[in-house]
């Protein structure tokens, strides 16, 4: 599939769309300002949903993705809600 995107002088460019993603490599965290990220918890695909059951949250994976937050120099806002 191509599509046509518009460059920098006005006119259109053709892109074709790649299916594999960017290698995106962390750089320094942010000097001039602190950047807060609201991470919320990942809930446990395989626990009990019934109404009447409690929330259960996978904390590995919540905490894999605040460390992947981390990495880019974000801070995580935790009393958010």
Do not use: C, Q
């Amino acid at each position: 599939m191509t599509i046509r995107l518009p460059d920098f002088k006005g006119g259109l460019r053709a892109y074709e769309p790649r299916a594999e993603p960017l290698a995106v490599t962390p750089g320094a965290p942010l000097a001039s300002r602190t950047v807060f990220s609201a991470a919320h918890v990942v809930a446990d695909p395989y626990a009990d949903s019934t109404p009447d059951s409690p929330a259960a949250v996978d904390w590995d994976a919540t905490l894999a993705f605040r460390r992947h937050l981390w990495s880019h120099g974000l801070g995580v806002a935790e009393a958010m809600d």
